[in-house]
């Protein structure tokens, strides 16, 4: 896509395009979070019974492929975005994939160890997943299955159709590397509390610097099904088999020095390219990423709370 010269109102129009699609997703997401949490306080008889996970999980893989394909849909039209070239077929390997993964997967664990650490001195409120492994009823299995498909392929999809398909590629316009971090920043805001957002705002640097460098979104969305079906199986192992996760962890840290050492050369990276003052007071200037700032913070505050 060609850079054109735009007027601060033509940036924050465009800006406010793929923002308005980001508020709905943003909005949808948090109401059924929470709604289900008050139904399942107030009227948990209107689960007939049965663990309220089984239904958030097929609700959570509806709603995102809604919100994810009519508004970015839409948006993405309104922009000129061609998605379906974007999703093309690319010369790449199975083992740069593979290998990609890995990085996802290293990166997920440092961040989320972290914000771990920040969650035992704050208690901060996310969906139970301690069904997982748990196939003693049709309803923890349907949960499971549930789960798997909302983690490992409508996920990865959607996010990769919406943040890297959509926003990164319109804010791409404004300069590519501005592209990257402002898309991985909006990723971090889309999602409900710190524990969740500052491993998004890392796997999104990286997943948008991997869809850069192959001009497609394909890839990332193989890599991040390959990262959460890894960290599924972690989830699910039985206890007398727990000790593959620390020699696995060591094992993909192994493999991912030896391979930044062997491939430094490869890291350069323009700092001075993400955009000047101006692009980034444009972005957070624009009335739709106010507002989903505004909702972030609502979020982090509720999950502070005993909501």
């Not at 997401?29 to 949490?37: A, H």
């Not at 890839?219 to 206890?239: E, G, V």
């Not at 727990?242 to 700092?271: K, Q, T």
């Amino acid at each position: 896509m060609s850079q054109k010269v735009l007027t601060v109102t033509q940036a924050k129009h465009k800006i406010n395009t793929f923002g308005k699609a980001l508020i709905l997703y943003v909005i949808i997401l948090t109401v059924f979070r929470y709604g289900m949490s008050l139904i399942e306080k107030f009227l948990p008889e209107v689960f007939f019974g049965y663990d309220s996970r089984m239904y958030i999980y097929i609700g959570l893989n509806l709603l995102l492929l809604l919100l994810s394909f009519i508004p970015f849909t839409i948006s993405a039209k309104k922009l000129d975005i061609n998605i379906k070239n974007y999703y093309k077929k690319i010369e790449i390997s199975k083992a740069e994939i593979f290998k990609c993964s890995l990085y996802a997967i290293g990166i997920n664990f440092i961040t989320t160890s972290l914000m771990m650490i920040f969650s035992f001195f704050f208690n901060v409120k996310t969906i139970s997943v301690s069904f997982l492994g748990n196939f003693t009823s049709v309803e923890m299995i349907i949960a499971n299955i549930a789960y798997f498909i909302y983690m490992v392929i409508t996920k990865p999809f959607c996010d990769e159709y919406a943040f890297r398909g959509v926003i990164q590629r319109s804010l791409g316009m404004f300069g590519r590397y501005f592209g990257v971090f402002a898309s991985a920043i909006l990723y971090a805001l889309a999602q409900g509390n710190l524990i969740q957002a500052v491993p998004a705002f890392f796997i999104g640097i990286f997943l948008s610097m991997v869809s850069l460098k192959y001009h497609s979104i394909r890839p990332t969305i193989y890599i991040q099904s390959i990262s959460a079906f890894y960290f599924y199986l972690i989830n699910i192992i039985p206890n007398s088999f727990y000790w593959i996760v620390p020699v696995s962890v060591i094992i993909i840290y192994i493999f991912i020095g030896f391979s930044l050492f062997l491939r430094h050369r490869d890291l350069n990276f323009d700092f001075l390219a993400i955009g000047n003052k101006k692009l980034w007071k444009i972005l957070f200037t624009s009335k739709s990423i106010i507002m989903l700032v505004i909702i972030f913070i609502i979020n982090v505050v509720l999950s502070f709370t005993n909501w």
